[in-house]
């Protein structure tokens, strides 16, 4: 199978690069190599008309240069680069995020291991960081986890390692269905619920807590679901969104009966901490 593989070179790089991430995994790209001048990205073949690269918001910012070409590839050559290239990740000193060959490494009390593929969510990319270390700091002991647009489903691993009593994990995309299933399996572990599908596909239960690392237009759009699904008091996480997205944000929030605690910047990037109203 046939992967499209676009290389920019972006000046000036930060905080552009991750701008640029932003759009193209809405466009449809899931897997990312960053490099000197800018980033490589990649895609099914049948997935992108490249004809929207043309008109990134990114590109048409008046101080930015965004250069790009684009080629096929086949699948196994990228991904093996794309493994030789991937380095760990410390969380924090008792979490690792970790590829399988990475054994060298002494493990942690919580470390989490990930097969490096098209799935957005390796911990390399800022928010996936914010969201790890949120959960680090007030750990999901004994509660209900929801991990929405899961990704690798590294979160979800991560709120099992830390006592979830249950865990669902859901996304829309079948790639990151599958890689989640993997990434579960590498871990050793069992008591995730893996889904396929959007909000509509959330189960009719009740949360503690909730993990949504997506981007601002699905936040907006489908956290009124999460709110329903939450219980009083239950706990809202929120990124993959930029520091002028929060007021927009919080504005939705509070028409969702829930109150901000905690905002959390790296980089460009923000995560937001949410709790449910009593009742």
């Known amino acids: ?3 499209l593989q676009v290389s920019f070179t972006i000046t000036p790089i ?3 690069r991750d701008m640029l991430i932003a759009e193209l995994v809405e466009l449809g790209f899931e897997g990312f190599e960053e490099t000197e001048n800018g980033l490589i990205a990649y895609a099914g073949a049948d997935v992108i008309d490249t ?9 048409q910012l008046p101080d930015v240069q965004l250069v790009f070409d684009t080629q096929l590839v086949e699948e196994t050559n990228w991904n093996s680069a794309w493994e030789s290239q991937f380095q760990p990740i410390q969380v924090s000193p ?14 942690g009390k919580w470390d989490v291991i990930i097969e490096p593929k098209m799935s957005f969510g390796t911990g390399h990319h800022a928010t996936t960081f914010l969201m790890c270390e949120a959960i680090l700091n007030h750990p999901p002991k004994n509660e209900v986890v929801l991990d929405m ?8 691993i991560l709120a099992h390692r830390l006592g979830a009593k249950e865990v669902d994990a859901i996304d829309i995309d079948m790639w990151s269905y599958q890689n989640t299933l993997e990434n579960i399996q590498l871990n050793g572990i069992s008591g995730i619920q893996v889904i396929q599908g959007g909000a509509e596909a959330i189960p009719a239960r009740q949360y503690d807590v909730i993990l949504a690392n997506i981007n601002r237009n699905i936040l907006l759009a489908d956290m009124m679901h999460y709110s329903q699904r939450l219980k009083p008091e239950g706990r809202l996480y929120l990124s993959g969104f930029f520091p002028t997205d929060v007021e927009m944000l919080h504005a939705k929030a509070i028409t969702c009966e829930l ?3 905690v905002e959390n910047h790296r980089g460009e990037w923000c995560m ?8």
Do not use: Q, W
């Open 14 to 16: 930060i905080p552009h």
């Open 272 to 279: 937001l901490e949410y709790h449910k109203k009593s009742i």
């Open 51 to 59: 004809e929207s690269l043309n008109h990134l918001g990114v590109k």
């Open 1 to 3: 199978m046939s992967t």
């Open 94 to 107: 008792d979490c690792t995020i970790r590829a399988p060959f990475h054994g060298d490494l002494k493990p």
């Open 149 to 156: 647009g899961c990704g690798t489903g590294v979160l979800a």
């Open 259 to 261: 109150h901000k605690v």
